[in-house]
């Protein structure tokens, strides 16, 4: 290769060399579908989570629904720092490309001894995608103990069809999460995961980030595919939650190879073969001697 020519785009780098982040795995990304979250603990300094306090006291700025990130938050604001931080950055470009769009972004403040614990919900009623998604990312800057009202979530929720807070009358599902972390942690979630603010049993106010980001491109092969083939993506995608129901249980993991099919373009992955492959035959032929179908045009 001469020196002029364009450094050949990978997977770790842009065509102009510049560095993506750290990308997630197959296995993590495997891993998303099936849960429907991927937490990153304390990738945020301290120092930062220390001016994430006053950030968030003071409330952020609109950000009008759809403006591509790169237009959204203003050069060296503590939102695109946070953004560009390497796992941040490489977790949401596999998750939804290069140059999502901002739907929102919200404060969510619980506070000290206040309030009540939120019905379990997902923040949409209508968004009923099966094969593409958009994630929440959830910052916290302070760590969170089990008393401060930290976010509750029931992996594996999302990909089931029910109607915004219609699941608020669930509670204590076996497996569920009650977020406890280290200070500067940042949660994704799939849009459809069920989820909740838990009461505030503490003294200190819990401060919770999140903007909603929608994919500006297909979401086919945006991570690090190099370990597409390892048997953990299978086993990963395969898993069971506690809260499943018998039958139920198997449908959730159907609708994760439907949704796994359209992420890396293979229209032949199954996890338990006929599974996938018998529901979606749809034969074109036509049997030998049938009459052909008459189009409206014919009719016409
Ligand atoms: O405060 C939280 O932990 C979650 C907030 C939330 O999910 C919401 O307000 O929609
Ligand atoms: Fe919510």
Redesign the pocket.
Known sequence: MTETEAEPETAATTANGEPRGTLLSSVQMARFVARGALRLDAVVPDGMNAEALGVLADGMEHVPYGTPLSQAYREGSFVQRLLELPQVAGALRSLVGPEPAVDHHAV?I?EPHGGEA?PL?A?SIIDVRPDAFDVQL?YYPQEVTLEM???LSVPGSHLRRTNETDTGRYQNLRGQDRLVCPAGTVVFLHHGLW????RNDSETVRY?Y?IRFAPRVRQRLLWDTTDLHDPRVNSELDVQFPWYEQAAGRLERYNRVLLWRELTGDSTFDLTHPWVTRVTNRPTATAPGSAPVRSEEDAA
């Open positions: 969510h619980r939120q919900h923040d959830m009202g930290g976010t989820h909740g603010g838990r919770m999140k």
